[in-house]
T-cell receptor, first 114, second 113 residues
Framework: NAGVTQTPKFQVLKTGQSMTLQCAQDMNHNSMYWYRQDPGMGLRLIYYSASEGTTDKGEVPNGYNVSRLNKREFSLRLESAAPSQTSVYFC?????????????FGSGTRLTVV | GNSVTQMEGPVTLSEEAFLTINCTYTATGYPSLFWYVQYPGEGLQLLLKATKADDKGSNKGFEATYRKETTSFHLEKGSVQVSDSAVYFCALSGNSGYSTLTFGKGTMLLVSP
């Protein structure tokens, strides 16, 4: 019973490098989300996908792109990493009505950009 | 827009002490309210929720009551354990249309033996 799986768990990038964070869920959830967590800032929404085939910007989308590959998978791409993108990234999923059920979170990807 | 304000931490308690973590919110309409817990090195886990005014959410000895008149959802536990040491996040979701979760900044709880 995996839930939400994120890869990799840790990554170090040099400024200007690109990478893709992977997320997959096995709960048949419609909606998926990417958040970043920074000290003193809580969790801030980067992008979300309300359903397969749709994506929307959240609070802090600049410097990121996303792809909803299918119902299970939602990836986050950094095209040209910057030190300001050093953070812990969390993927989450929900049945679509967050108000009723909340989210299920992955265990996170800790990214350092040097 | 929606927002959540939590008391700043860390909150430091001795084992078996009473815990209160304050949470207030700003939202239009009648949001649903949540508490999440994050243990060191892990993702967030749903602790409890309340979907309408005066509802009480409870789980693992933790409780929170949805108070619309004071726009609050304070987390309480009568007797904390060392294993409760974690970061606690208050969050809300609107109930009209499609709404995402808005989180507070989190409150770290440290419980000593």
């Amino acid at each position: 019973n995996a839930g939400v799986t994120q890869t990799p768990k840790f990554q170090v990038l040099k400024t200007g490098q690109s990478m893709t964070l992977q997320c997959a869920q096995d709960m048949n959830h419609n909606s998926m989300y990417w958040y970043r967590q920074d000290p003193g800032m809580g969790l801030r929404l980067i992008y979300y996908s309300a359903s397969e085939g749709t994506t929307d910007k959240g609070e802090v989308p600049n410097g990121y792109n996303v792809s909803r590959l299918n119902k299970r998978e939602f990836s986050l791409r950094l095209e040209s990493a910057a030190p300001s993108q050093t953070s812990v990234y969390f993927c989450a999923s929900s049945t679509g009505r967050a108000a009723n059920y909340g989210y299920t979170f992955g265990s996170g990807t800790r990214l350092t950009v040097v | 827009g929606n927002s959540v304000t939590q008391m700043e931490g860390p909150v430091t308690l001795s084992e078996e002490a009473f815990l209160t973590i304050n949470c207030t919110y700003t939202a239009t309409g009648y949001p649903s309210l949540f508490w999440y817990v994050q243990y060191p090195g892990e993702g967030l886990q749903l602790l409890l929720k309340a979907t309408k005014a005066d509802d009480k959410g409870s789980n693992k000895g933790f409780e929170a009551t949805y108070r619309k008149e004071t726009t609050s959802f304070h987390l309480e536990k009568g007797s904390v354990q060392v294993s409760d040491s974690a970061v606690y996040f208050c969050a809300l979701s609107g109930n009209s249309g499609y709404s995402t979760l808005t989180f507070g900044k989190g409150t770290m709880l440290l419980v000593s033996p």
